[in-house]
């Protein structure tokens, strides 16, 4: 079987892009041929995140929506582009009309790999594009802690928080805009028990306050933010965060840290107060130079001061 080889760098877009030796050369025998396949990239556009919105097909450098030769794409079809972006499954595609347009009319059974493949996309103009929501389409939430008295370990990632016992601390949730509404759901477990708490998102955050910490306030929490829209439930869960309550009377390596950090301010601060203090010291010195420097070459050092020759006059 004679082939041509080629050298590819992996930046061209189409295999006769690539080099290719100059002459044909008996490359492969009897079947052992390969067959060569060039995935193109997918995006969802038009959402309200990256897993949501008008599905759209890279091809010959140019994106353009996708339509189906016959239908609407299948769930199956449309998890593999939800795979592709690393969104989850596919909970619903549809098509829809829109204005008349440029796109990649592409045959379903291509989509099957996750990606249109070469050959597959053909130019097209339609008014009817495809809009696709994946099950990942939230962000993930953020969680964090206030209190009047708060702070980090140096092992953070280990301990977590720490909070004194009986001050006030409040846990709270937010996201990132996205869609209106939703609710936040706090979930606290400890040693031995589960605890949640639910608030409705109010500006895309949520606040729980925690009054007189105590240690059964221990453990680890979480946010979970809750949607419906486009008649699906969503879910999206935080990070975990790790809480302990610490006794004051045991808590002297902190208040040595505050102690020292107090101090070091204040030395700072006397450090900056004498410098400044000497940097304008030293103007008048400098404006008294230039008094004596006049009054020598003859210029009087104050108003109404003898000049030289009165002085010879009354020497006379």
């Known amino acids: 079987m004679r082939t041509k080889e080629f050298q590819c760098g992996g930046t061209e877009s189409a295999l006769l892009e690539c080099g290719s030796s100059g002459s044909d050369r008996n490359t492969c025998s009897p079947g052992k041929a390969v067959g060569l396949t060039c ?126 016992w009986h001050s006030n601390f409040t846990i709270s949730c937010s996201i990132q805009p996205q869609y209106p509404g939703g609710s936040f759901q706090l979930t606290f477990t400890s040693s031995n028990s589960t605890h949640n708490y639910t608030q409705p998102a109010v500006n895309h955050s949520a606040h729980f306050l925690f009054l007189a910490a105590k240690p059964t306030h221990q453990g680890s929490y979480s946010c979970v933010y809750h949607l419906y829209v486009f008649s699906h439930n969503f879910f999206s869960e935080s990070r975990l965060l790790s809480l302990s309550v610490i006794d004051p009377s045991d808590s002297t390596p902190f208040i040595i840290r505050v102690v020292v950090l107090l101090l070091t301010l204040l030395l700072v601060n006397i450090a900056l107060y004498f410098y400044y203090k000497d940097s304008r010291g030293q103007k008048p010195e400098r404006q008294e130079d230039m008094e004596l420097d006049y009054y020598n070459l003859g210029v009087p050092a104050a108003e109404g001061g003898p000049t030289e020759e009165e002085a010879a006059r009354g020497a006379e």
Request: neutral net charge.
């Open 39 to 164: 995935p193109e990239p997918v995006r969802l556009v038009g959402g309200a995140s990256r897993c949501t919105g008008t599905l759209e097909l890279k091809y010959k450098g140019e994106w353009r929506p996708v339509n189906d030769y016959y239908s609407v794409l299948t769930l199956k079809e449309a998890a593999a582009a939800c795979r592709e972006l690393d969104c989850g499954s596919a909970l619903s595609v549809g098509k829809r009309e829109s204005s008349r347009r440029p796109v990649w009319l592409v045959l379903s059974s291509c989509v099957h790999s996750g990606s249109a493949q070469r050959g597959c996309a053909t130019s097209f103009y339609s008014s009817f594009i495809q809009d696709l929501i994946c099950s990942d389409l939230l962000l993930q939430p953020d969680i964090s802690v206030s209190s009047s008295i708060v702070w980090v370990s140096e092992e953070a990632q280990q301990q977590g928080f720490q909070v004194f």
